[in-house]
């Protein structure tokens, strides 16, 4: 059964610590993508990833980055944590060009910042 | 940009009835995927269905099946015999067809609808 893995369920960080969110995929896809899901907002894309070492920005970049040194897994740093980025982090990844298949989603970490 | 509605933030729906959630989108793209999520309780978010834009038959999976309206921008989930195990979030949500630049490998989501079956 392919997987998405997040690393933690939850989290709970105090403001201002470096947070990282791990991600890793055993499909051998070639995207990946990093949402956050808030209630009345639905999904909204961070960044996302087609390539090893590719990065781009989604809709609400500010205050995240990300690192994929390797295919298989998608890192998402919370450089400086503000309590404004308490949320469910959801990674997703998805085959090759078009995406017609769709995404297969991990299960989620909820962070909270203190 | 693509933009993606699901006008219904919460609906319920008794056991072993029917039920639609609608949703409706803007593009100016003439290829494209659609495709319904589910996010029950648990989190995990799994697709239901998915639907090619250019494909006119209406797609359907077991007990869920959609009305695709191309021309209305419409594509709207119905759930047959509804089961306590379809409680759950629905996601509507759109992507271009294509490998034309980055953005094509996107998902734009609703904001959902939150389906509640009652016994």
């Known amino acids: 059964d392919v997987k998405v893995t997040q690393s933690s369920r939850y989290l709970v960080k105090r403001t201002g610590e470096k947070v990282f969110l791990e991600c890793v995929q055993d499909?051998?896809?070639?995207?990946m993508f990093w949402y956050r899901q808030d209630p009345g907002l639905g999904l909204r894309l961070i960044y996302f990833s087609y390539d090893v070492k590719m990065k781009e920005k989604g809709d609400i970049p500010e205050g995240y980055s990300v690192s994929r040194e390797k295919k298989e897994r998608f890192s998402l740093i919370l450089e400086s944590a503000s309590t404004n980025q308490t949320s469910m982090y959801l990674c997703?990844?998805?085959?090759?060009?078009?995406?017609?298949?769709?995404?297969?989603f991990g299960s989620g970490t909820r962070l909270t910042v203190v | 940009a693509q933009t993606v509605t699901q006008s219904q933030p919460e609906m319920s729906v008794q056991e072993a009835e029917t039920v639609t959630l609608s949703c409706t989108y803007d593009t100016s793209e003439n290829n494209y995927y659609l495709f319904w999520y589910k996010q029950p309780p648990s989190r995990q978010m799994i697709l239901v269905i998915r639907q090619e834009a250019y494909k006119q038959q209406n797609a359907t999976e077991n007990r869920f099946s959609v009305n695709f309206q191309k021309a209305a921008k419409s594509f709207s989930l119905k759930i047959s015999d509804s089961q306590l195990g379809d409680t759950a979030m629905y996601f509507c949500a759109f992507m271009k067809h294509g490998s034309s630049g980055a953005g094509s490998y996107q998902l734009t989501f609703g904001k959902g609808t939150k389906l509640s079956v009652i016994p």
């Open positions: 499909m051998d896809h070639e995207n």
């Open positions: 997703a990844s998805s085959l090759g060009r078009g995406g017609g298949r769709g995404y297969t």
